[in-house]
């Protein structure tokens, strides 16, 4: 596709139920994150993903978190046992490779209830 | 003390006023972003610069790689401007900083 898309876009769920977030990045990108925003806070690292290498999950915040990507396609961030806390904006970005000009998608807005 | 950081954290203008939102950064880079995001959430990608100025309608983004700053500059402002801009560096790992929060009276 032409940018990173992100999906969805809004999420309500109840609390403790499991969440999948996906994004889509460019073709042939290989290096990807994954950020989340909480309301009134800045962005927070939560995990990154370089071609085959083993990804960077040091931001995940908890067991509950997870991140996939099959070599350079789409990535799944799954939550499962969802809290109020994880209400947050959360937004992929992609790039040829690391330190090359990221595109960032739009960002799936997740609200907990 | 932040990697990036960005000042203001809030401003106030009135509609027609030139806006200035700085970004400073310890850290070498290779590329420097600034994104806005609007009350919805949604994040929009309005530059990425690794040297000199980009313009893009009435926003101009400047980078100082020797003072490691950037400065994003909104020329006649307009309600429809408010939002949070955010300032990202590509420097080993992608890094934001806080935002500013920007907000246009009428």
């Known amino acids: 596709g032409a940018g990173v898309s992100q999906s969805p876009s809004n999420k309500v769920t109840e609390k403790g139920k499991d969440v999948e977030l996906r994004c889509d990045p460019i073709?042939?990108?290989?290096?990807l994150y994954w950020y989340r925003q909480r309301l009134g806070q800045g962005l927070e690292f939560l995990i990154y993903f370089q071609g085959n290498s083993a990804p960077d999950k040091s931001g995940l915040p908890s067991d509950r978190f997870s991140a996939e990507r099959t070599g350079e396609s789409v990535s799944t961030l799954t939550i499962q046992r969802t809290q109020q806390e994880d209400s947050a904006v959360y937004l992929c970005a992609s790039s040829l490779r690391a330190n090359y000009g990221y595109t960032f998608g739009s960002g799936t807005r997740l609200t907990v209830v | 003390k932040n990697e990036v950081e960005q000042s203001p954290q809030n401003l106030t203008a009135q509609e027609g006023e030139f806006i200035t939102i700085n970004c400073s950064y310890s850290?070498?880079?290779?590329?420097l972003h600034w994104l806005q995001q609007h009350p919805g959430g949604g994040i929009v990608s309005l530059f990425m610069?690794?040297?000199g100025k980009k313009k893009h309608g009435r926003l101009i983004a400047t980078i100082n790689i020797q003072e490691k700053h950037s400065s994003l500059h909104i020329t006649a402002s307009h309600p429809r401007d408010s939002a949070v801009y955010i300032c990202a560096v590509e420097g080993g790992k992608l890094i934001f900083g806080q935002g500013t929060e920007l907000s246009v009276k009428p």
């Open positions: 073709s042939g990108h290989t290096a």
């Open positions: 610069l690794s040297s």
């Open positions: 850290v070498g880079i290779s590329a």
